[in-house]
């Protein structure tokens, strides 16, 4: 059965109902483990154990969970649209968190493990002081609210298409209050614990109905695998198979953000700074038995990460046949048209799939969405205990008040990151970006002052607390002032007639940033 104008019918509600119910479940189960180090539940247990999982977690679900978190919706959704509106330079990027995860391996997280932190951001205030330690942690805090808002933005798109049919502003609204209230309740009840094990089921979903989608959409083409590649390379918009651009030959080539030399230098320096100084990655590898093992679960989830990157690419290159070369297509060409980039994978979803695997393949996309939700706002409240809560109380808290506080801190933190969703609805429609790019741009507001003073604090003897404060202030300034809006401004009195894109951005913001954090000379350490 296809529908001919899309939408849900009540098999499909049924199978994302009864996904949505046992993920809820397992995150109940998680929650309830009895960890075997410390004889309490996660649900009973003080924060470490809540945050940490007694770092008794197996390396293999760790990599899984690292790679659900960092492809997240903004993959699922925006990795189509990348191909689809592009070509496979995308996938390049990896190469530079290829380069960034070796980096983690060897220089970040045997020192997360040597001085035995809960929060990653303990470490400077172990190397700068504690005010040093706050700082880092509220631009940590400021940051997330910035990468997951937007990545929940992307994925109301699904969710207002299939229960509104609409992605109206009012809509989308909607749907990111409804998405985020239920990736909130199994966080707050399961920890990091329920994060990790729901994180393996969402990817297993999520690869699983991509695979599917892949072979049902290669069967509606009545073409060869010749006349595939053909129609792919003869592009008017250019050869769709390009996967390396290696850029700087004109001043044009900086507004493109996959190029080789973006790669190689600032998408490297991206992919250092969420690896290594963004505890809602970082906090997954610190619940392994041993550095050792930590290190190995983020290389290891980078490699995985690779060939599904590829496969999300290879949709958008076989939508892009499908939806745009009727001439090819023939009697089996969709008798509707796409208006908008960002809806071509849902609308093939929502049209082309039959009634039961419709329903699968929404489930695998908020499977998806749900796995940096949940793991974003279990870093976030791990922050703010290990940051803020503790330090600030003047008497040590227990474990009940520890409990309590955690999970109110969920819960703040999720709506705090409803409202910046919402407020992306507006900004990312304003700014016409694809939604992966406009999802990595904005975490370099963070991004740039946070790796520069964890390089700071593993490379030099310099800095101190207050030239860390004044590098997370450039860093997050420095690159408003790289925003199309502001460049326009200012840039060209300087003979910058030109935009950069974002990995350009990182690596300016990260320079003056480092520039200003090794001014200080005199070191607080405690």
């Keep these: 059965m296809y529908l001919a104008q899309g939408g849900f019918v009540f098999w499909d509600w049924l199978i994302l109902v009864a996904?949505?119910?046992l993920v809820v479940v397992i995150g109940i189960w998680a929650g309830r483990k009895r960890s075997g180090e410390t004889g309490d539940t996660v649900s009973g247990g003080g924060?470490?154990?809540?945050?940490?999982?007694?770092?008794?977690?197996p390396m293999w679900a760790v990599a899984i969970s690292i790679l659900a978190t960092s492809q997240s919706a903004a993959t699922f959704v925006g990795g189509p649209q990348q191909a689809y509106a592009g070509n496979l330079t995308y996938l390049m990027a990896n190469l530079g968190g290829l380069l960034a995860v070796i980096l983690v391996a060897v220089l970040f997280i045997p020192a997360f493990y040597k001085h035995n932190v809960t929060s990653i951001y303990e470490l400077l205030g172990h190397r700068f002081g504690p005010l040093a330690q706050r700082s880092a942690g509220a631009m940590f805090l400021i940051g997330r609210i910035f990468a997951s808002g937007a990545r929940l933005f992307i994925v109301a798109f699904p969710f207002s298409l299939v229960a509104f049919g609409s992605i109206e502003p009012t809509q989308l609204i909607i749907s990111i209050a409804i998405i985020a209230c239920g990736a909130t309740f199994y966080t707050m009840i399961g920890g990091i614990r329920a994060v990790i094990w729901t994180d393996v089921l969402q990817a297993v979903v999520y690869i699983t109905t991509l695979g599917i989608a892949l072979v049902l959409l290669w069967q509606k083409m009545p073409i060869d695998t010749s006349q595939f590649i053909e129609a792919l390379r003869s592009a008017p918009e250019g050869d769709k198979l390009q996967m390396l651009d290696v850029g700087l030959n004109s001043k044009e080539d900086f507004a493109k953000p996959y190029t080789l030399w973006a790669i190689l230098i600032g998408m490297t320096l991206f992919n250092l700074a969420a690896y290594g100084t963004d505890q809602d990655l970082t906090q997954r590898m610190l619940t392994c038995k041993s550095s050792r093992k930590g290190s190995w679960s983020v290389?290891?989830?980078n490699l995985i990460g690779w060939p599904i990157v590829f496969l999300f690419l290879v949709m958008g290159l076989m939508l892009y046949v499908f939806y745009s070369r009727p001439d090819l297509m023939g009697a089996s060409a969709p008798g509707y048209e796409i208006d908008d980039s960002r809806k071509v994978f849902l609308e093939f979803i929502l049209h082309e799939m039959p009634t039961g695997l419709r329903g699968l393949m929404m489930a695998g996309l908020f499977a998806a969405a749900m796995s940096s939700m949940d793991s974003a706002l279990n870093a976030m409240a791990s922050t703010t205990i290990a940051d803020f809560y503790r330090p600030l109380r003047k008497h040590k808290a227990s474990s009940q008040q520890e409990r309590t506080a955690s999970r109110w801190a969920v819960g703040f933190w999720a709506v705090a990151l409803a409202a910046f969703a919402c407020f992306c609805v507006f900004w990312q429609q304003a700014g016409g970006d694809t939604l992966i790019n406009f999802a990595l741009g904005v975490m370099v507001f963070a991004y740039s002052g946070l790796l520069s003073v964890f390089l700071t604090a593993l490379l030099t003897t310099r800095g101190n607390q207050w030239s860390v404060m004044a590098a997370l202030a450039m860093g997050f300034v420095s690159v408003l002032l790289m925003q199309d809006k502001y460049w326009a401004m200012w840039a060209p009195s300087l003979g910058l007639d030109f935009t950069i894109a974002?990995?350009?951005?990182?690596?300016?913001?990260?320079?003056?940033?480092?520039?200003?954090?090794?001014?200080?000379?005199?070191?607080?350490?405690?």
């Design 19 to 21: 996904y949505l119910a």
């Design 47 to 57: 924060g470490d154990d809540y945050f940490l999982a007694s770092r008794s977690m």
């Design 299 to 301: 290389i290891l989830s």
């Design 502 to 526: 974002f990995p350009w951005k990182m690596l300016v913001a990260t320079a003056l940033s480092f520039g200003v954090c090794i001014l200080g000379t005199r070191k607080t350490t405690t």
